[in-house]
């Protein structure tokens, strides 16, 4: 009966001990993405956590979503399973499946200071759209100008990203068509 006792008690604590974890990593991942939330460089950045220590397959999820300009959206999922303390991040190029939240949060680190550069891949992409459309550079300007005064605040550009994806026109632009500067 005593053995029995202790048992449980332990599976209590091991139970606690992965919720502290869970919970320990949502903080650290909160403080990390805060300067981040909201701003349209980082796409509108926003995290959502759904904690499911309650939930029939005990499986809590974190989901980090942003958008590229033009309103594409893109997101980094993470699911903690509370009654084995594993984490699971859905990555492009290869998932990781491991016990580390230090393992995770340095991968969401990365992904996170990449949205900038993601961001302008895909203002750069469109106006290589464009240029292959046959539009003019006025035309191409007038499309960023749209981007820039978009209503939607992650689909939307910053002026940073105007004046960078005009250089990229002009030069593209003046390569392409030898029209002169």
């Not at 030069?171 to 030898?178: E, N, V």
């Amino acid at each position: 009966m005593d053995k029995a006792l202790r048992s449980r008690q332990g599976d209590s604590d091991l139970v606690q001990q992965r919720r502290a974890k869970f919970e320990d990593f949502v903080h650290r991942l909160t403080e990390y993405l805060r300067p981040h939330l909201g701003r349209i460089a980082y796409g509108n950045l926003r995290c959502e956590v759904c904690d499911g220590a309650d939930a029939l397959d005990e499986v809590s999820n974190v989901a980090i979503v942003y958008e590229t300009p033009g309103g594409s959206t893109d997101q980094v999922n993470i699911a903690y399973d509370n009654r084995t303390g594993a984490f699971h991040l859905v990555r492009e190029d290869h998932d990781i499946n491991c016990q580390d939240p230090d393992r995770i949060l340095e991968a969401v680190k990365e992904r996170v200071r990449s949205v900038p550069d993601r961001r302008m891949a895909s203002l750069q992409k469109q106006a290589d759209r464009w240029l292959s459309e046959g539009q003019s550079r006025g035309e191409m300007f007038a499309e960023v100008n749209r981007l820039l005064q978009s209503g939607l605040r992650g689909g939307s550009i910053t002026a940073g990203e105007m004046r960078d994806v005009i250089r990229y026109i002009v030069d593209k632009h003046t390569q392409t068509s030898g029209e002169p500067l």
